[in-house]
């Protein structure tokens, strides 16, 4: 399968999915999103994929989040509808993939990427990386990625992420749990 938003390799039984969309910051378009879900459906297909490992190809960013240019765009209202029940789409994949899945996380790890990396069985974090919900500060609240939080995160930590907008270091996050 051609991908052009992701790139999909697997040996000895690891499947990695990067995301590589520099230009965007990885920034997740309905477009990434979709390759992001064929991606994981190949490697939940594939007997040989023992383990699934997120990746990306950006040094500094993991992802920046949802694509904000297609909420301000001529996009007609219903389109930007089937956008978000993409995500939802990916958290449900990753839940029902039957594998581990882990994140690599170098760098940012924002917004609705927070979602997938918390829809993961794992974070492996370097001690670059950064992980919060910036989308609160330009009025747009969390709500895709808000139970996802709720279930990984002690219940005051995640009230302030979701309303101050702050990103956390890796040593943060390992410490709130």
Do not use: W
């Not at 920034?27 to 879900?37: G, H, I, P």
């Not at 190809?57 to 029940?85: C, W």
Request: net charge negative.
């Amino acid at each position: 399968m051609e991908f052009e938003k992701v790139r999909y390799e697997s040996a000895d039984g690891v499947a990695r999915i990067t995301l590589d969309d520099p230009e965007t910051r990885n920034a997740l378009s309905d477009e990434l999103l979709r390759e992001l879900l064929d991606g994981l459906r190949q490697a939940k297909a594939d007997d040989e994929v023992r383990v699934v490992v997120l990746a990306s190809s950006h040094e500094k960013v993991f992802s920046a989040g949802g694509n904000l240019g297609g909420f301000g765009s001529d996009t007609p209202t219903a389109h930007k509808y089937i956008g978000a029940q993409l995500f939802v789409d990916v958290f449900k994949e990753l839940g029902e993939l039957g594998k581990p899945s882990i994140v690599e996380a170098a760098g940012h790890v924002l917004a609705g990427s927070l979602g997938i990396a918390l829809a993961c069985d794992l974070i492996v974090a370097s001690d670059r990386a950064t992980f919060g919900t910036p989308e609160i500060t330009v009025g747009l609240f969390p709500f895709m990625i808000m139970a996802l939080i709720y279930r990984n995160v002690p219940r005051k930590k995640t009230t302030e992420l979701l309303l101050l907008g702050e990103q956390i270091s890796a040593e943060e996050a390992e410490g709130s749990g």
